[in-house]
């Protein structure tokens, strides 16, 4: 072999490996891309079924940014209520909210939230209490809570009692007569108001007209015992026109009227 041939074959030895690495790079590069694709597909078909299962991940107001969507974050099984008794959920310290309780808010001016359902009845309420309220519109001082504010709430309350000497039990429960057990306040619905107004009498005004949008004075003294809760006099909950002016009628609280619904 020649001096010459010799120069060739390694030259072609050479080129023969750069072009075997080359192929074992591209044959490499494929099968990444192969794999990608596959996997992106899998994460689209679960995504899909996904938000197929839990209906937050599809909801208008996501998009269009004006609503927004929460849920306690220890739930796993989110409960939308989109049932046609929405309205009437009994939430008190007997019936605590459902476990993953969706809701779908809008915010007020001042910064609250509440479900977007009774957004247009809540500020027509306000609107007309200004009759009774020297001509000012009322304030909501305390719309949806989460589970983490309710519990904040809760815990301050136990502390102010513990500081005065209470035990532990003790503070527990002088503190459940004014600030609800997280997970048994009607604000986590969504559906609760606390109101402020410039005179006392803007209380009375509800009282006498709140039905006419849909709102109840939840928490009248009278009813302590059935409630659950002391006479709340800011403590508005919607549950429709045509039910809040029933029980106005009636002069029942929403325990009763549910139980003579047999709801
Ligand atoms: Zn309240």
Redo the contacts with the bound molecule.
């Keep these: 072999m020649t001096e010459r041939t010799m120069a060739r074959r390694r030259r072609y030895q050479q080129r023969h490996r750069r072009n075997t690495i080359a192929s074992w790079i591209v044959g490499a590069a494929c099968i990444t891309a192969l794999l990608t694709i596959v996997a992106l597909g899998c994460k689209d078909y679960i995504d899909e079924q996904a938000s197929y299962e839990n209906p937050q991940n599809s909801l208008p107001g996501l998009v269009l940014g004006e609503s927004k969507t929460s849920q306690s974050p220890e739930s796993a099984a989110p409960v939308y209520a989109d049932d046609t008794d929405w309205n009437l959920r009994l939430v008190n310290r007997w019936n605590p909210i459902p476990e993953g309780y969706t809701v779908r808010l809008k915010e007020l001016s001042g910064g609250e939230q509440v479900d977007e359902r009774i957004y247009d009845h809540l500020m027509e309420m306000l609107e007309a209490a200004r009759e009774g309220n020297w001509d000012e519109t009322p304030r909501v001082i305390?719309g949806y809570r989460t589970q983490e504010t309710q519990q904040s709430l809760y815990d301050e309350e136990v502390n102010k009692y513990k500081a005065q000497g209470y035990s532990e039990d003790e503070a527990k429960a002088e503190a459940g007569k004014w600030v609800a057990v997280p997970g048994t306040s009607e604000?986590q619905l969504g559906l609760?108001v606390?109101v402020e107004g410039t005179t006392y009498d803007v209380f009375l005004w509800l009282q006498e007209n709140s039905y006419k949008y849909g709102f109840i004075f939840r928490y009248p003294g009278g009813k302590s015992d059935i409630t659950g809760t002391v006479e709340?006099v800011w403590?508005y909950r919607y549950v429709g026109v045509e039910t809040a002016t029933e029980m106005y009628e009636q002069g029942l609280c929403l325990e009763e009227y549910i139980e003579q619904k047999g709801l």
């Design positions: 305390s604000h609760a606390d709340e403590h």
